[in-house]
């Protein structure tokens, strides 16, 4: 069978995540959902029907037959069996949402996520769990390390944890091969813990499960870390973090707060870098939203930063209750940054100057290379991309 990971509307929901990557690239969990999918369907072919400056880098392929899946769809046992049993010319929907749908390669180049003609299809509908918001991504993380953790160690034997660790609670922890832990408390007692491939715990960290760790990741020195939280591959964690989800290749790596938050990958976090996640009057906290155009409300008390790609802050850098920065953007200066910062912004409470396309990918290119990988020309080609359709954010945004 060929499967294709769709985007919907809900691509929109979560920018400025998804201005770089397909909804199925972020991490929620200890793994993407494109990793979930992956683990459902061992020896399947997987691509992409994704936003058209990124069919470059994610591009889709047909076969006689397809079946094409939400990539805000969260896969479980259950969706899979009822996925199984689709015919051609069948969609699983959920609240008017198409979570799956079997088709033909005549059916399938005609396929429009974003204009889908229910009439079209016999329907079968289906229960699911999707992300729909930012917020939803650290609000559900918990579970989705407790899914993920039962997937990816059944049948496997953890590593000794060293006995100068103190463990707290009879929750499970699972050290995968390479890992390093010593001298920390790991408390179980809400949570599991996993410890990636060839990652490091370094001496004097405090963790509280949920919570997981990516391949060649490090938690440095007397960090505090409050699950659930998810800290994805080759990445610094330091200071204290209560439930954040960190995709993946990006550096915190300083004391400083940073909670109930998302940071997307390649950004680095300036020493003492501190995020509000609750407002002074305890009110409920309004985020940027990109379709909306303004601040909605989130529902949650508890709501602090989402940070899209390629990404810095100064030392000292504030940021407030329900804070939004776009991609490459570059935040430094004294006081608090207004709410939304666009991409390509470089400034802070004082004003913004717009960083070009070009400047950007210098940078990008340099921090890549620091992990020995290659930012390449589709890369740079996204990034301009990025750099046009985020323009209208920048007008009254300068100095």
């Known amino acids: 069978m060929n499967y294709v990971i769709f985007d919907d509307s809900t691509w929109d929901e979560l920018l400025p995540l998804t201005f770089t990557r397909p909804t199925a690239e972020i ?18 072919s997987i691509s992409y029907c994704t936003r058209p400056h990124l069919r470059e880098k994610f591009p889709m392929t047909l076969a006689a037959d397809n079946i094409f899946v939400n990539g805000s769809v969260i896969p479980t046992a259950e969706l899979m069996s009822e996925i199984d049993a689709l015919q051609v010319g069948q969609a699983l929907i959920t609240d008017d949402i198409v979570c799956a749908i079997r088709l033909d390669k005549a059916q399938a180049e005609r396929f429009d996520p974003l204009k889908i003609a229910f009439k079209n299809y016999t329907q079968q509908i289906s229960e699911s769990q999707r992300i729909t918001r930012l917020t939803d991504i650290f609000s559900m993380d918990g579970d989705a390390i407790e899914n993920d953790f039962r997937i990816i160690t059944k049948g496997r034997k953890s590593q000794h944890l060293s006995a100068t660790n103190q463990v707290i609670g009879n929750g499970e922890i699972f050290i995968d091969h390479g890992a390093v832990v010593e001298c920390s408390i790991l408390n179980t007692t809400k949570g599991s813990i996993y410890i990636g491939r060839n990652s490091e715990v370094m001496e004097g960290s405090v963790i509280r499960g949920p919570f997981s760790l990516g391949s060649n990741s490090v938690v440095k020195m007397s960090a505090k870390i409050y699950g659930p939280t998810t800290v994805g591959p080759n990445s610094k964690v330091g200071g204290e973090l209560n439930n954040v989800v960190i995709i993946g290749n990006s550096n915190k790596g300083h ?17 003492d870098t501190n995020c509000s996640n609750l407002k002074n009057d305890y009110a409920e906290v309004r985020q940027w939203n990109y379709p909306a155009g303004h601040f909605v409300k989130t529902g949650l008390q508890f709501c602090g930063l989402v940070m899209g790609d390629h990404c810095k802050t100064s030392i000292n850098t504030m940021f407030n209750t329900g804070m939004v920065v776009g991609v490459a953007a570059n935040i430094f200066g004294s006081g608090f940054p207004r709410n939304f910062v666009p991409s390509f912004s470089w400034g802070g409470a004082a004003g913004y100057t717009e960083c070009s ?3 950007a990918c210098e940078i990008a290119e340099r921090v890549m290379a620091r992990r020995n990988i290659e930012m390449t020309d589709i890369d740079k080609r996204i990034l301009a991309e990025v750099f046009k359709m985020t323009a209208k954010y920048r007008v009254s945004n300068k100095k």
């Open 357 to 359: 396309a070009e400047k």
């Open 255 to 271: 004391d400083g707060f940073l909670g109930n938050s998302v940071v997307g990958e390649w950004c680095n976090f300036g020493a």
């Open 27 to 44: 991490r929620i969990g200890i793994l993407t959902i494109r990793e979930k999918w992956d683990r459902y369907l061992v020896g399947e």
